[in-house]
Every structure is written in C-alpha cells, then in structure tokens.
C-alpha cells in the first residue's frame, strides 16, 4: 500500500521480504556508501537498514522505512528512513533520503522531497531534520535548496567505523521557526554556520 504518491512514483513501507531487492538496490548504487562510509557496500547493507532504530536515550513515536518504486516497473529507484517525533513531538527526521544515481540531476529527488513534505506535514510535522556529511557538498546544497538551515555540527560514527562530521540541518514548516524548534528539543544548540555550508 502506498504512503505517498508522485506523478510516476510510490512510496511504500518496506517489508523484511524487500530485504534482497533494497540490497540489490544499494549495491547498484554505491556511491553515496563510498562517499559517507569510505568504504563498498555491506553485504548485510539492507538487513541493516531494516532494522536501524533511533539510540535508545532518543525518545520517538514510529520509524518507517520506505521503498520509493516507480509505478510502471516496480523497480526501486529511492530509500526514505523517516522517524516521527524525534526529540519532541513534531520534528520528523529523515534519517536517509537515497535516490539512485540515474536520476541525479533530473529534478526527482526534489519533486520526491516535495511529497515526502506534504505528507508529513499532513502527519503533523512541524519541522523536518536531517543531517548531511560535511564532505557531501552536493548534498548539502540541495537541502540548502529545499529550504533548510543549519543548526549543528556534531561528530558520528558510521557502520564502518569511520568517523564523520556531520551538519544537523532543520526546516520548520508552516507557521513554525528555529526558534520553536530550538525550544522544543534539547539535543540541537544552535552553532555557527560552518565555511562549507555558506
């Protein structure tokens, strides 16, 4: 069943019988792996994602992992982790946005964060938070572009082991502002915007 919809696309929650299908997807697609963990994709890349949970210190309501497919073959070309409730009710953190390389650069993955938005704010999202590696320059600009701000820097640890600097990044929706935000949660302090993200 569906969660959202696109023009050419769905968004449904993923199955553990998905597993090999979102594994075949990330090895098809590596670069994003490469370029966060340093490394080549896992073999166990999907089972892992499947079962990622928030650190049990972070409070939530529910966790979605959602297969984006295209709606004439099936065949998936996006991954979405979603969390609600994060931290405090109302910030929706998206955990991973995944698009695959072919449609780089064609105006999909802001048409899909489009919807992805629409419908958490039907949800009752008030602000949307992510973070993005700070060597994911490309990545940045886009969320840039989709109107987030930049609150933090903080350090995380990838599945590899590698440690990485990432920027948490928020968009507050509707009436709502980072001020709202930064009162509402406890974790995010806002810092100086980092030489890389101006």
Known sequence: MSVFETAGHRAEVARRDDIAALQAFFEANPAYTRLVEGREVASDAAATEFDDAPPAAFSFDRRWLLLVRERSSGDIVG???????LLAPGIWHVGLFF??????????????????????????????????????????????RQGYAFVCTREWTAPSGSVNTVWTL???????????????QTRDTLQPEPAGWA
Do not use: C, T
């Open 79 to 85: 991954v979405i982790d979603l969390i609600k409730d």
């Open 99 to 144: 698009v695959a390389e072919r449609l780089h650069g064609s105006g999909f993955a802001a048409e899909l964060h489009a919807a992805l938005q629409r419908w958490m704010q039907g949800q009752g999202a008030r602000w949307l938070r992510l973070n993005v590696v700070d060597r994911n320059l490309r990545g940045a600009r886009f969320w840039r």
């Open 170 to 184: 928020v968009k507050p929706l509707a009436r709502e502002s980072l001020a709202g935000y930064l009162a509402a």
